[in-house]
C-alpha cells in the first residue's frame, strides 16, 4: 500500500512547549485523519480534514490538509503532561485506511 | 456503554497452533477491520469488512483469515501462527465507512514461541 511518512519520529518537550509534527505522502489524497493513542489504549480519532487547505481546531490542537493534498500538518499548543501519547496520521484510499508510523510524544512536566 | 471488545487481550502460543481473537461491536457498525501494530511501523490494516459476509484485504492480509457472519463480530483467525506474527492486534469499527470515526478495541497482545 501507499506509505505515508510521518516525522519527527519521537519528540521529548517541555510541558508549556508547542508542538509540531506532520505526514507526508507522495500520493494525492482527499481525507486526511488524525488519531491520537494513550499508553495501553487503542487509538482515538482527534480530527479529520476533508478539504485542501482546511485548517481544523480541537482545543489546543490544530491542523491543515496541505494545500497539495499529499501533506498535513498537527500542531499542539501549551503542552501539558496528558498530550504523552503516539500521535498518527491516516489516509482513505477506497475502502482501506493507512496509518503513518507515528510520532511518539513526551512531555516533561 | 457503546464499545468495541477484543479477546483475549494476551495471548502466549507456540507456532503452528491455530488460533482466533475475538472483536465484538454493540453499536450496530457496519464497518469493522483489523490492524497490526509493530514499533516504527504505525498500525497496518489486516483485512476489513464492509458489511456481513463482505471482506476484503488490507495491506497486510499474509497468514490470517477473518469472517463476518454477523454484523457484531468481526474474528480474526491465524491457522498456523508464526513468530513473526508477534504483535499488538486491533480490532475497529465504523459506522459505515473508514471516514468516519473509527472505535478501537482495546487490543490484543499476542506471543507466538
Known amino acids: 500500500g501507499q506509505q505515508l511518512n510521518q516525522s519527527p519520529q519521537s519528540m521529548f518537550i517541555q510541558e508549556g512547549e508547542d508542538v509540531s509534527m506532520n505526514c507526508t505522502s507522495s500520493?494525492?489524497?482527499?481525507?486526511w485523519l488524525w488519531y491520537k493513542q494513550d499508553p495501553g489504549e487503542g487509538p482515538v480519532l482527534l480530527i479529520a480534514l476533508y478539504k485542501a487547505g482546511e485548517l481544523t481546531s480541537n482545543g489546543r490542537l490544530t491542523a491543515q490538509f496541505g494545500i497539495t493534498r499529499k501533506d498535513s500538518f498537527l500542531n499542539i499548543s501549551a503542552s501539558i503532561p496528558s498530550d504523552v501519547g503516539i500521535y498518527f496520521c491516516a489516509r482513505i484510499a477506497g475502502n482501506m485506511l493507512t496509518f503513518g508510523g507515528g510520532t511518539r510524544l513526551m512531555v516533561k512536566p | 456503554e457503546a464499545q468495541v471488545t477484543q479477546n483475549p487481550r494476551y495471548l502466549i502460543t507456540v507456532t503452528g497452533k491455530k488460533l482466533t481473537v475475538t472483536c465484538s461491536q454493540n453499536m450496530n457498525h457496519e464497518y469493522m477491520s483489523w490492524y497490526r501494530q509493530d514499533p516504527g511501523l504505525g498500525l497496518r490494516q489486516i483485512y476489513y469488512s464492509m458489511n456481513v459476509e463482505v471482506t476484503d484485504k488490507g495491506d497486510v492480509p499474509e497468514g490470517y483469515k477473518v469472517s463476518r457472519k454477523e454484523k457484531r463480530n468481526f474474528p480474526l483467525i491465524l491457522e498456523s501462527p508464526s513468530p513473526n506474527q508477534t504483535s499488538l492486534y486491533f480490532c475497529a469499527s465504523s459506522l459505515g465507512s473508514p471516514e468516519e470515526t473509527q472505535y478501537f478495541g482495546p487490543g490484543t497482545r499476542l506471543l507466538v514461541l
Open positions: 500520493s494525492i489524497f482527499n481525507t
